[in-house]
């Protein structure tokens, strides 16, 4: 027995027996369902399997790296005109809500005035040089467009006058610029007066109602509208708000400062009266324009001149922006 235990044979059984128990120990470790050998083999090839997949996704990136300019681009370009589009849409809709709008609100005058014709009408371009004062509109005379027909938005609600007209488009001046004279009148206390401005009024989107007696009865948050003296605007258009009540400085009389209640510069759709009950019918003049003109600080001594009109034929007449200088 001594001698086998020495022999070459009895070492290789007990290194064979090693290497089954080693096996056996394994399989239980590792949980493995196949035999000892092959979850051996698995073991050992996990360091490889795991160098294989880190190198695989490597290989994946830098091919994805390469193929991005021919596969993503155009897919980049597709997204980009499908924003587009969308911006579009967006811009489209909310021109078709602002028009609907706009209309909704006319309905309601329209009902009380049914003499009333308009046009609507879409901001297309401003002055940067005079921005609160003109602006073009996308109708002209292919549009029966003329000079002098007043411009509103909302119910009822002045923004100013056709002051040029081209076949189709035309320039409109607000209520901002110094260059508008119409006459007015405070709805609470019914005193009348002439709606004028001032540079710095203008800068501040204000304009003034001109021609008050010093014992005015005006006051802050008194409503002015369109007297319709002139045959220009319509009466009970609505100018604005009254946020101040001055003396002048210069004779007896008093100014207020208006707040128009239509932001010039916000709005993009707006309607044009073409035709209404005494347009083109000039009354004599308004006296109070003429004979009681009152100099707010910032305005000139120069009386403006009355638009003196009969008929329709002086409504064919163009005016250069900036040179109107009505009164109602």
Same mark, same amino acid.
């Given at each position: ?6 022999? *070459? ?5 007990m290194i ?14 590792? $949980? ?13 090839? &996990?360091?490889? &399997? ?89 109708? $002209? &005379? ?14 009822? &609600?002045?923004? $100013? ?10 320039v409109v ?44 009865? *005006? ?48 709005? @993009? ?5 073409? @035709? ?5 019918? @000039?009354?004599?003049?308004?006296? @109070?324009?003429?004979? $009681? ?20 034929n002086a ?14």
């Open positions: 027995m001594r001698r086998f235990v020495k022999t *070459v044979w009895f070492r290789i059984i064979l027996l090693a290497v089954c128990i080693l096996f056996v120990v394994l399989a239980a470790v590792l $949980g493995a369902r196949s035999s000892p050998a092959s979850a051996v083999a698995g073991t050992a090839a &996990q360091p490889f &399997q795991y160098v294989g997949s880190v190198l695989g996704r490597g290989f994946r990136q830098i091919g994805l790296f390469f193929t991005r300019p021919s596969t993503y681009e155009k897919e980049i370009e597709q997204l980009q005109n499908q924003v587009t589009g969308y911006q579009k849409e967006l811009a489209d809709y909310q021109e078709t809500k602002e028009k609907l709008s706009n209309y909704e609100a006319f309905e309601d005058l329209q009902s009380q005035h049914k003499d009333y014709k308009v046009k609507s009408a879409t901001i297309i371009g401003k002055d940067a040089a005079n921005y609160y004062g003109t602006f073009i509109l996308d109708r $002209g &005379q292919v549009n029966g467009i003329k000079v002098n027909d007043p411009v509103i938005c909302g119910q009822g &609600q002045l923004v $100013g006058v056709v002051t040029k007209v081209a076949p189709t488009y035309c001046t607000t209520i901002l610029d110094p260059n508008i004279k119409a006459s007015a009148y405070e709805v609470r206390t019914g005193e009348n007066g002439y709606m004028t401005n001032s540079p710095s009024l203008k800068r501040k989107g204000y304009c003034m109602m001109a021609g008050l007696d010093r014992t005015t009865q *005006v006051s802050r948050g008194g409503v002015v509208s369109t007297a319709g003296i002139g045959g220009i605007y319509p009466r009970d258009l609505i100018i604005g708000t009254v946020v101040d009540v001055k003396d002048n400085k210069r004779d007896v009389s008093s100014y207020a400062i208006v707040r128009p209640n239509v932001k010039i510069s916000q709005i @993009s759709q707006v309607l044009i009266i073409t @035709s209404f009950y005494g347009q083109g019918i @000039s009354v004599a003049s308004d006296l @109070s324009a003429e004979q $009681g003109q009152a100099e707010a600080p910032g305005i000139s001594n120069s009386k403006p001149s009355a638009v003196q009109r009969t008929g329709t409504l064919s007449t163009t005016v250069r922006p900036g040179t109107l200088n009505t009164v109602e």
